[in-house]
T-cell receptor
Framework: DIQMTQSPSSLSASVGDRVTIACQAS??????LNWYQQRPGKAPKLLIY???TLDTGVPLRFSGSGFGTHFTLTISSLQPEDVATYYC?????????FGPGTKVDIK | DVQLVESGGGLLQPGRSLRLSCTTS????????MSWFRQAPGKGLEWVGF??????????EYAASVRGRFTISRDDSRGIAYLQMNSLQTEDTAVYFC??????????WGDGMDVWGQGTAVTVSS
């Protein structure tokens, strides 16, 4: 199975800050990577697929980059509604696997 | 609007069975694979499995942790996906989510494919 790791596990930032979350795969997954946002008590919501493509309706302050084993999710200007846990997920091979999540809150 | 609504969750004892339903609306159900994920209390997300749509043979794939105990099926005429869970264990306690589509090879549609239901809670406890 492909193992996914994320860092940091949590972070606290101010409104307007640039926030970066890292995700690493245990083997090359090309660009087969999703980023999800899960607000407290809600279902996950897809933000980015194919490592860097924004899903429909996702605000432009979210961006993704990376290829192979190292990936990054960036929020260019943190907003109060971005308080959530963010997960990366690989879909290069079965089983589909997720990172452990990064919890983001407002300082 | 595309909607997915899970139902059928509840509290039950280890070893029992339960069937979850995912009732959909707002899209052509037969055009999409359907997936199930779960999230144990306070934990991260786990893929459970998916079922291909008929065009791709209709077969299902499963996580190792549920293979042989869980079965995913679909009723294209009613727009419903099912998750039959047998021999339930305490480790199966989670919120179960169904999603439209499947992130795997030819099943990936990309933009707008991924829609989640609100989830249904399953608690397995003696």
């Amino acid at each position: 199975d492909i193992q996914m790791t994320q860092s940091p596990s949590s972070l606290s930032a101010s409104v307007g800050d640039r926030v970066t979350i890292a995700c690493q795969a245990s083997q090359d997954i090309d660009n087969f990577l999703n980023w999800y946002q899960q607000r407290p008590g809600k279902a996950p919501k897809l933000l980015i697929y194919d490592a860097s493509t924004l899903d429909t309706g996702v605000p432009l302050r979210f961006s993704g980059s990376g290829f192979g084993t190292h990936f990054t999710l960036t929020i260019s200007s943190l907003q109060p509604e971005d308080v959530a846990t963010y997960y990366c997920q690989q879909y290069d091979n079965l089983p589909l696997t997720f990172g452990p999540g990064t919890k983001v809150d407002i300082k | 609007d595309v909607q997915l609504v899970e139902s059928g969750g509840g509290l039950l004892q280890p070893g029992r069975s339960l069937r979850l339903s995912c009732t959909t609306s707002g899209f052509t159900f037969g055009d999409y694979a359907m997936s199930w994920f779960r999230q144990a209390p306070g934990k991260g997300l786990e893929w459970v499995g998916f079922i291909r749509n008929t065009v791709y043979g209709g077969a299902a794939e499963y996580a190792a942790s549920v293979r042989g105990r869980f079965t995913i099926s679909r009723d294209d005429s009613r727009g419903i996906a099912y998750l039959q869970m047998n021999s339930l264990q305490t480790e199966d306690t989670a919120v179960y989510f169904c999603t439209r589509g499947a992130w795997f090879k030819e099943l990936v549609w990309g933009d707008g494919m991924d829609v989640w239901g609100q989830g249904t809670a399953v608690t397995v406890s003696s």
